[in-house]
């Protein structure tokens, strides 16, 4: 049985929990961590900052008091900048919460369309938006900010 998650904007004591949850999901997917022995200091550093500036457009999902998973609007209006859930958590329905819940404040604000990214080889993120409505749209090398490197990427659309 799935427990039944909160999704609640980020407070700033939430920050050290949202770096580690997006660290230890990235560290846990092969796909994102084979880039060298220095990548995960550098990728956990970039979690820890953003968790610590980025508290207005961070949401968490929250399940018995822990937080499991977060995702952010960073940028345009329209993208999903960030969706990460603890590996422990994954395919308990955390992912979708978080998503429905942004689609909801999306609609709200008018937006027709969401909009997200994700290492092309990263299957069960993929998997996850496809199945919550998203479509491939390109398929290309982009620079990673956090990995400081070209990675190659999908971009994802959905209407809303």
Request: proline share 3%.
């Amino acid at each position: 049985m799935v427990s039944r998650v909160l999704i609640r904007p980020m407070t700033e004591a939430d920050a050290e929990s949202v770096g580690e949850v997006g660290f230890a999901a990235w560290a846990a997917n092969p796909v994102l961590n084979d880039f060298g022995t220095e990548m995960p200091e550098c990728v956990h550093r970039a979690f820890c900052d953003f968790a610590a500036t980025g508290s207005p457009v961070i949401l968490v999902a929250e399940r018995a008091g822990e937080i499991v998973g977060w995702t952010a609007r960073e940028g345009d209006a329209d993208y999903v900048s960030d969706l990460w859930v603890h590996p422990d958590h994954q395919g308990r329905g955390a992912g979708r919460a978080l998503l429905e819940h942004v689609f909801s404040l999306m609609r709200g604000e008018g937006i027709e369309r969401a909009r997200i990214a994700t290492h092309a080889r990263n299957a069960g993120a993929i998997r996850l938006y496809e199945r919550c409505g998203f479509v491939l749209v390109w398929r290309g090398m982009e620079r990673s900010a956090a990995m400081q490197m070209d990675v190659e990427k999908v971009h994802l659309e959905k209407a809303l």
